[in-house]
């Protein structure tokens, strides 16, 4: 069993800044790609930003110069720093993680894993 633990989300005004953090947890081979969703009422979820595990980044158009994703392979666990929000970004925030698992009984697996979201709410 593979667990995404996502903390950090809250209220923040318009310009301010959040942290937000995602732990996985379980039968963890590896971790390839991590990465932050969001997904606004009445609206899909959208990419937020990814980060591979080497590092290399990506980042929707939108929050490019002002989200920085990052991570820190030890503690199998990927952070989204967030500044200048904007009402608009106002969602619930979702943790991915692709995950290699193995089992004894079952071998190896890769899959795509989710939190269970946290909400961010910008006032303006």
């Known amino acids: 069993q593979v667990q995404l633990v996502e903390s950090g989300g809250g209220l923040v005004q318009a310009g301010g800044s959040l942290r937000l953090s995602c732990a996985a947890s379980g039968s963890i081979f590896s971790i390839n790609t991590m990465g932050w969703y969001r997904q606004a009422p009445g609206k899909r979820r959208e990419l937020v930003a990814t980060i591979t595990s080497g590092g290399s980044t990506n980042y929707a158009d939108s929050v490019k110069g002002r989200f920085t994703i990052s991570r820190d392979n030890a503690k199998n666990t990927v952070y989204l720093q967030m500044n200048s929000l904007k009402p608009e970004e106002t969602a619930v925030y979702f943790c991915?993680?692709?995950?290699?698992?193995?089992?004894?009984?079952?071998?190896?697996?890769?899959?795509?894993?989710w939190g269970q979201g946290t909400q961010v709410t910008v006032s303006s």
């Open positions: 991915n993680a692709r995950i290699l698992t193995f089992s004894p009984r079952y071998g190896s697996a890769l899959n795509d894993y």
